[in-house]
């Protein structure tokens, strides 16, 4: 196959490949064009192309990101982008050589993801309860509460939801994530109640819709965004709203710390390590592995906190 002549036609087949072969995620096929197209800008000053540039071009665009105060996570990011683009190419024809093959990255920093305690997501759950202006909102965000701290799901999951997976009183959800992977999550009696609550206000109000000459949507959260479903933008800043109606810190609190706490929380409780792998839909059982820190580190906090022998006896005068 012959390489196009232009940089952004390499970067739309190489996206329309991913997205066709392998399956890969919206969120992921756009970090991709994002990042790509930043290296574009970058080249076309200096004018390189994707097919001239060598290894030392790269390293220069690494140092050039480095020099712009960009995080170690965003340069790692942006390098395996280049890294995927270039063994495409290399795969298609266009090129005969991988000039980002050899690089190494930074590497990410080694943090333990933010948690919450049981208490805080009761606070949570407690002002999604009570947040809304309309009884329906109410229930939404309870639904949306409820349903992220039972499963673990992604954000990007929850608010993509079908209805189609939730009819029939569930025991279980059958959710779609990151590569196209299923995989089955069990509902506590929390979530099936407000999951049910959630159903018949959200049917109700879409019938009535229906009689406006609306079409009925396919989504769980239905709105009016261009996807057709409550945005993670919109979430984002709903989480924030509770986490101050239920005076948790919002600095603490992001659609990812409920997944994080959903893990944190079984661990304590005894789940072992594999089903937590499997409920989050890791494909990598080290990822999971992460959260045996988080526990470590908040058995050592309460043990410092505590412990009488961990207590400094006072100075004398």
């Not at 395996?80 to 266009?94: C, H, L, N, P, T």
């Not at 992220?148 to 569930?170: F, I, Q």
Request: net charge neutral; with cysteine.
């Amino acid at each position: 196959m012959r390489a196009p002549d232009q940089d952004l036609q390499w970067i739309s087949t190489f996206l329309d490949a991913q997205a066709a072969e392998l399956g890969a995620a919206r969120n992921t096929l756009l970090a991709y064009g994002r990042d790509l197209r930043d290296l574009v800008q970058w080249m076309a000053v200096r004018q390189l192309s994707f097919a001239k540039v060598q290894q030392s071009d790269v390293e220069a665009y690494l140092i050039s990101c480095d020099a712009e105060g960009l995080s170690r996570a965003t340069r790692a990011r942006r390098l395996s982008a280049i890294k995927q683009i270039y063994r495409f190419a290399f795969e298609e024809g266009w090129r005969d050589d991988n000039p980002a093959l050899q690089i190494k990255g930074p590497g990410r920093a080694k943090s333990l993801p933010k948690t919450l305690d049981i208490a805080e997501v009761d606070r949570l759950l407690e002002a999604a309860r009570n947040s809304g202006r309309r009884e329906i909102d109410r229930q939404r965000n309870t639904c949306l509460m409820e349903l992220l701290y039972a499963t673990g799901m992604r954000v990007s999951e929850l608010v993509s939801l079908p209805v189609s997976a939730a009819r029939g009183d569930p025991n279980l959800l059958l959710i779609l994530g990151k590569g196209g992977k299923e995989r089955m999550v069990p509902l506590s009696p929390p979530a099936r109640a407000a999951l049910s609550e959630w159903l018949t206000s959200r049917d109700a109000h879409e019938e009535h819709r229906a009689t406006q000459g609306h079409k009925p949507s396919r989504f769980l959260f239905p709105s009016r965004s261009k996807e057709g479903h409550l945005t993670r933008h919109r979430f984002y800043l709903l989480i924030k709203e509770l986490a101050v109606a239920g005076g948790v810190s919002p600095d603490k609190v992001t659609p990812h710390t409920l997944r994080h706490a959903f893990a944190t929380h079984l661990l304590e409780n005894g789940a072992d390590l594999r089903a937590i792998q499997a409920l989050l839909g890791h494909a990598d059982i080290a990822t999971t592995e992460i959260y045996t820190h988080v526990l470590d580190a908040r058995l050592a906090e309460l043990v410092h906190q505590h412990h009488p022998l961990a207590q400094q006896p006072p100075e004398e005068d």
